[in-house]
């Protein structure tokens, strides 16, 4: 059964550190992993794509990395800001242009950043 | 370009009363998928419409229905509400091109409180 693990399932960190967010997944075969930042009371928003060649993605202070042979992928955040509070949701697609029956969501995880 | 919408945003219904939501998607985008999101299951897809043909059906009860409209804008119906449908409901478009394809844009969806 296709399967997409987080953790921790939350995180309390301070304003300006770093943290480093885990999911691991079993989906086969494997296209593409998504990461999400969903804030509270909205819609996810996408962050980062990596498909099975590539093994890293930044986008601003978001990094994500994907180990395709141990199914592994991290969201490491730098620099945290108090925006930063939300959900963090990975999201794992089997194959190329398929629907969205395909997806394997992740339960998420909560963030929290303290002044 | 305008993302997507959904209405209304929130909604207090009954137990045993039906509700209708409205999604539409960023325009040309055709297809459009709903998902209902609750604290404990993370996200769980319902269907999915492309060119006002369900494409995908998840797991859930028949009292869960779709549809969608020539203009690509979507209703999903839930017949004789149960409390355990209180949840946020998630509407997302896609259009997909390429490798990346399936990327969705998630609307900021439709709270329900069953009482």
Known sequence: KNQVEQSPQSLIILEGKNCTLQCNYTVSPFSNLRWYKQDTGRGPVSLTIMTFSENTKSNGRYTATLDADTKQ??????ASQLSDSASYICVVSPYSGGGADGLTFGKGTHLIIQP | KAGVTQTPRYLIKTRGQQVTLSCSPISGHRSVSWYQQTPGQGLQFLFEYFSE????????PGRFSGRQFSNSRSEMNVSTLELGDSALYLCASSFPTGQESYEQYFGPGT???VT
């Open chain 1, 73 to 78: 992928s991290s969201l490491h955040i730098t």
């Open chain 2, 53 to 60: 043909t369900q494409r995908n059906k998840g797991n859930f």
């Open chain 2, 111 to 113: 709270r329900l409180t």
